[in-house]
Nanobody, 124 residues
């Protein structure tokens, strides 16, 4: 499985970006795709995740109400719409595939495949 994240860039606080994650293949019934981020000097952290089959979603508290995850099954692409961006959202954003739907979606070690990351920089 290969993942290609794109859509990062430099924006000002309050602006929006939409990240995309193209997935080469997936198992419709069990795969979960997640977004994580890693700021300089910090550990990688969970942002959001979505089930291919059901469309169920999960969000970290710090992005609820600002970020929206969605999927296009036909295009095999996951999107992360990021609104009202803050300087603290600055990080490299990674997408990843988890090969089972049960259990918590927030644990990094549960994800089997990772993309290369896309940099988001939010200036104040």
């Amino acid at each position: 499985v290969q993942l290609q994240a794109s859509g990062g860039g430099l924006v000002q606080a309050g602006e929006s970006l939409r990240l995309s994650c193209a997935v080469s293949e997936f198992t419709f019934s069990v795969d979960v795709v997640g977004w994580f981020r890693q700021a300089p000097g910090k550990e990688r952290e969970f942002v959001s995740a979505i089930s291919w089959r059901s469309g169920s979603t999960d969000y970290a508290e710090f992005v609820k109400g600002r970020f929206t995850i969605s999927r296009d099954n036909a295009e095999k692409t996951i999107y992360l719409q990021m609104n009202s961006l803050k300087p603290e959202d600055t990080a490299v954003y990674f997408c990843a595939v988890r090969r089972r739907v049960w259990g918590t979606w927030r644990t990094l070690s549960e994800y089997n495949y990772w993309g290369q990351g896309t940099l988001v920089t939010v200036s104040s």
